[in-house]
């Protein structure tokens, strides 16, 4: 597999800083750290930051990520602080490396960072040099919209992966299991699967499994210990990602029969879902993908039931840009992965929404989750 | 099981506004929020932010998490914005609603936030105002910082079910599976008895797991598909989370046989965390606890391979105060919750750590976490 090109982002936003007058950038976000350096821990309750400067990016790390950042961190130095007793008398916090750099700029020096992840506390520090705090934020988000091949590549396998484990879980439906013990025969065996074919990789991955015409009808719920019971509607949500690239697979399914009423709600969420797969191309605007789907529910008498947009952008974080909202005039263009999601919530009859994670090529777009969508593969 | 009191700590903030002649206070981390309003989303991308006035505390969510909210959260007053495009006309952003909450108030208006983690965005649009944004982070850390009976409840929950599940992980140690796998044999275990003993609760889980000499020479490495071989030595971190609240549970142990060398190292850890927990009690300072356990490996000759803390507080979040720190001056207090997890990492030997969660009352401590810690259970 091909790295990814992290020193190439670093120019992209030196050559930025350049342009705007920019001597520093601060890089709070975690996903942007890795964006930019390939290194991710796994907390950040002891900061970590990514500084850019004209000719260097370097990180601040605490003690124990060390080694780790050694081995992974494509940077150009490491500036470590301690929290043990005897190195007391050096640096003990990433404010102590921060106040050393930052001191070698004037006030008025343009430093760049954040707006929208930046904790106000590191704001106000920054201003208190008198320096203009200026958003780059808005460009990190820009590149990140667009994946390269190495990121698609990285993305297709999580798709595959997903696959694997929405099956695997779909399985083992019966009464009497919980929500929770169903998405964990999915990991199970993702797990198997990822092991033997993907030696010495991070895999990581989440679920929510939201059952019963009650719980469905909330879109976003932690899976519970709750029980299936015959009846039931259940929207599933596996989400899978590889060194950090995430793909997510989203069904709706049946357990027992369900009503005429419930069959035709599925349908129609499905058709909404087609809909949108199929309009979707280089040009457009992400407004538009919205508007195609929403007026699927709205002809069949049911747009007073849509909550949410029809999909978002994914990548190294949950949800991003590309964001398939009715407001959001961006055009889409070739290389954006977002999801098409589009769901109605019906009270009494239960939530209604596939997902799939989509990838737009020159001349249309293609899932790289495969599930089978069709009511005849989800009744259970 | 008895709810929690979310009113008294409502209450209590706004007594504390009061004091400071705060008229309107804007929580903006999803711990912080779940602690006052019981409410919890799955992500933050739509932001959800809660309001404390003098007479109510309000929330302000997208319209997917509204039938959520009513059903869970403790407020008010639910501000619903919308992502629909025939609601499209009336509020669709959190800003349309704060704006209009925020310009009921004067130029000069004391504003309570957490500057930690309120983003810069948001600090800049108060300001903007003309208010006087102050902290109010500090006095929330406090408050959690002491457990009632009620969090204690779940939280010696969740370390029984970690004991389960790192019992069951132990159980499948065998040279040829993956980190994951290992991993993936005591959430199964655990979700299983959590679904048959807690009905309709929330479960969560967490793991790492660093095997082979080089990669447990790093404290904190997400779990790989690297597979177990003979003569690693593996830190395992399990864990569980009951209703939100958290409790970890590593061991280190060993597949094949150790070293004599090694062996020591984690009998070493194993002294230095024996001596912190019979250490610890009400009214000393947390770097004591710290001091205390440095002081067996640095007597050792392994001082210089320590490089964190003793530990650090948990509950709703994975690390909050009290951090148990060689600088840390806050006197300990009954209940209080945190780790017990003094490390050392030797080059070429490995890494050695074990972690309980350990309650403070009156007379002293107790670990709610009580998996074997010797080593004769701990080879495999």
């Known amino acids: 597999m091909i790295g990814l090109n992290f020193t190439g982002r670093t120019q ?6 350049e342009e705007k007058g920019i001597k520093l950038s601060l890089i709070w976000d975690p996903d ?6 390939g290194f991710r821990a796994i907390i950040y309750s002891r900061p970590i930051v990514t500084l850019i400067r004209e000719s260097l990016i370097e990180l601040i790390i605490p003690g124990l990520e060390e080694a780790h950042a050694r081995e992974k961190a494509n940077v150009d130095h490491l500036h470590v602080y301690h929290e043990q007793l005897d190195k ?15 001191n070698k700029y004037p006030s008025g020096t343009r430093v760049g960072v954040e707006l929208g992840s930046l904790p106000s506390n590191v704001y106000l520090y920054l201003s208190s040099f008198g320096f203009e705090v200026v958003d780059i934020g808005n460009k990190i988000t820009q590149m990140r919209t667009i994946k390269d091949p190495e990121e698609i590549e990285r993305l297709k396998i999580a798709g595959k992966l997903s696959d694997h ?8 439906v ?3 299991i919980s929500e ?3 998405d964990s025969y999915g990991d199970q065996f993702l797990l198997e699967i990822a092991s033997r074919e993907y030696p010495d990789e991070l895999i990581g991955y989440a679920n929510w499994t939201c059952s019963g015409i009650k719980r469905s009808e909330m879109p976003h719920l932690y899976s519970s210990t709750r029980k299936f019971a015959a009846g039931d509607v259940v929207v599933h949500s596996r989400q899978v990602w590889f060194n950090g690239y995430r793909a997510e697979n989203e069904r709706t399914f049946f357990v027992g029969t369900p009503s005429d009423k419930q069959k035709d709600l599925l349908k129609l969420a499905i058709e909404a879902q087609q809909a949108a797969m199929e309009h979707i191309r280089p040009g457009i605007t ?7 789907s929403y007026q699927v529910f709205k002809k069949a008498g049911y747009g007073d039931y849509v909550n949410h947009r029809v999909g978002h952008g994914l990548g190294l974080s949950e949800h991003e840009e590309p964001y398939l909202r009715f407001d959001n005039e961006l055009i889409l263009e070739e290389g954006m992965v977002y999801t098409i999601e589009p769901g109605i919530y019906v ?9 799939d994670t989509v990838i737009l090529s020159k001349t249309g777009s293609f899932s790289i989750t495969e599930y089978p969508r069709e009511i005849e593969h989800l009744l259970f």
Chains 1, 2 share one sequence.
């Open 88 to 102: 007391g008398k050096q640096e003990i916090s990433y404010q102590d490396h921060l106040t050393e750099i930052l």
């Open 174 to 176: 019966r009464v009497g």
């Open 12 to 17: 992209v936003i030196r050559q930025y800083m």
């Open 347 to 355: 009270p009494g009859l239960g939530g209604y929404r596939h997902s």
């Open 286 to 292: 992400a407004k538009e993908v919205d508007y195609v």
């Open 180 to 182: 929770l013990e169903f």
């Open 32 to 37: 942007n750290q890795y964006y930019l350096s």
């Open 165 to 172: 484990a929405i099956g695997e879980s779909l399985k083992n």
